[in-house]
């Protein structure tokens, strides 16, 4: 088994924190069939990259074996973002390497040094990354994922920008929407909405990210009427960009 090391974790607050238990608590009465999990938003840095990696330690420290399968192989900044190390000596193989044909599954499923926790990286970006996404290799891969693990959280790319994410979510059990507070049009979620929809894959819920507790409750705003409302996430204001 190959292994890396995670070592740049930004805390959440506590409101934060209980906000991604709330989430994972819900996520897990999803049904036993509801394993393999798409993130995704309307637009970048919505936060949906940090939710997931909140998600998969949070889950791992409930006792759950999770796996993290970084899908924007557009534009993944994981790997920069939480200082990811890999072991000396190894070439880094992720998802791009795989779906080329380039490597194995034993390959790209990564040990992290969080207990339960796995990831399987991007790997190298690539400019056209529809046709890797469209094929039985990404398929199979999530597939036995789900056989080993129980839950695959899939980080995708925005689905208001890129038609990655509507491929992806064909493969997913379920997916969840990332909302930035204030930020999204309600004709671009409806848009995100259907896109999903006609994928075939069912919508858990959305996350209203990136508010403070105070401010959503005073104005008793969300879109609880359009999806199911987990909850919020709110990292402090310097990690807005993450």
Known sequence: MNHLSINKFLPLNYA????????????????ENV????????????????????????????GKGVVLVDADLRRSMIVQNYDIQFDAGKKAM???HYLAGMADEADVVYETNLPGAYIVPAGRNVTNSLPLLN????QKLLDDL??????????APPIGLLIDAAQIAKFC????????????????????????????????????NLTEYDSYISKKYSYKSYYS??????PDGNDRKR
Do not use: W
């Not at 934060?16 to 608590?25: F, K, S």
């Not at 789900?146 to 980080?155: E, G, N």
């Not at 929407?177 to 995100?192: G, H, I, S, T």
């Open 135 to 138: 094929s039985q290799r990404f």
């Open 146 to 155: 789900a056989a080993s693990f129980d839950y695959v959280i899939i980080d």
């Open 229 to 234: 409302h987990y909850g919020y996430y709110a």
């Open 173 to 208: 059990d379920g997916t969840v929407l990332v909302v930035e507070y204030n930020m999204v049009r309600r004709q671009e979620l409806n848009d995100a909405k259907e896109q999903i929809l006609q994928a075939g894959c069912p919508i858990l819920g959305a996350v209203l």
């Open 94 to 96: 992720g998802l791009s």
């Open 16 to 31: 934060g924190a209980e906000a991604v238990n709330m989430l994972c608590t819900n996520l897990s009465f999803s049904g």
């Open 35 to 62: 394993k393999k999990i798409m993130l995704t938003s309307c637009h970048s840095s919505e936060g949906k990259s940090y939710l997931s990696m909140n998600i998969m330690r949070n889950m791992a420290k409930l």
